[in-house]
Structures are given as C-alpha cells and as structure tokens.
C-alpha cells in the first residue's frame, strides 16, 4: 500500500477518471509498478520450494528411534498402511510421514511398549506440519503391508526426507 501511496504521489497531475477508477496515465509510474510485481513473484517462486522443504521436521532423531524400537515391533503381525516410495507424490511427503507415524504409534500402543524411544515417535507426530495437501490421497488408501515391508518403506521415506534437509 506504501508504494502506491508513492506511485500515486508522482502521478497525481496526470490521473484521469475512468468510470469509478481511477487510472495513471504516467507511464513511468506503470513500468515501476509492472517492475515491482515481477520482482515480488520472482522472490516467491524462488522461494517456495525452500519453503516446502523446510516444513519437514528433522528426521535423524526419529530415524534412532524407530532402529531401537525395531526389536520390539517386529514380531508384531499387524497389517499397517504402507505408502511405496514411488507412490507418493512430492507433495505429498509430509502426509505420508503422518500416515506412517500414526501406524506406528498404532503397534507401540498395541504391543504395550513404554519407553522413551516410543515418546519419541508420539513427540514426532505432534511437531509434523498438519497440512493437508490438495490431490493427497487419505492413509487408508494405500497398501496394506506386513510390519517388515512397513519398516523398510518408513527407513526410505526417512533417508529421502533426510537427504532433502540436507541439500
């Protein structure tokens, strides 16, 4: 509002009314004004991906966590939702990391684990960004996979989210 206050400041004598606007007939002041708009969505384009990226919280700590609980899981005969790496969009990252969290927080509930490596994963979960992501598909739409294949799915979706916050 500060520019065009600004803008219109340097113009006000060559104004004309059209209708119930108010145009500039400064042609100065338009190229300033066209300048200003694609320099402002320039620096937004450039950032949004880094945006993106860091909505991700750091995965390292969970990555230790669900190694230590590995031992008490697997012998759990569950049947948990399990997005495949190469099914889940970009977009969709965060929201597939809250499908697995809320799996695994499922088993450790069910397989009676208290430990502060299970707070851990509870403690994740709850720093996950909640977005919900436009064209994300709901946790209940992937695959159900045993708990091994679950595991092995949740380490690569850790190591490639790892790989993200590091480049």
Partial sequence: MRDFMMVQKTCLGEQRATGVHFQSSCHLCREILKAQVWFHLF?????????????????????????????A????????????????????????LRCYMLELIMVISEEEIMDNN???????????????SVGCPPCEAYAIRNITIFLGRLQSLLEELNVIQNT
């Fill in 73 to 96: 899981i697997e012998n759990s005969d569950a049947m948990l939702y399990a997005p495949s790496a190469n099914s889940v969009k970009k977009q969709c990252k965060n929201m597939s």
């Fill in 118 to 132: 299970a707070n851990c994963i509870s403690d994740f979960n709850e720093i996950l960004p909640t977005d919900n």
């Fill in 43 to 71: 620096v937004l384009c450039f950032l949004s991906p880094y945006t993106c990226a860091a909505s991700v919280p750091e995965t390292r700590g969970v990555q230790i966590c669900v190694k230590a609980l590995r031992p």
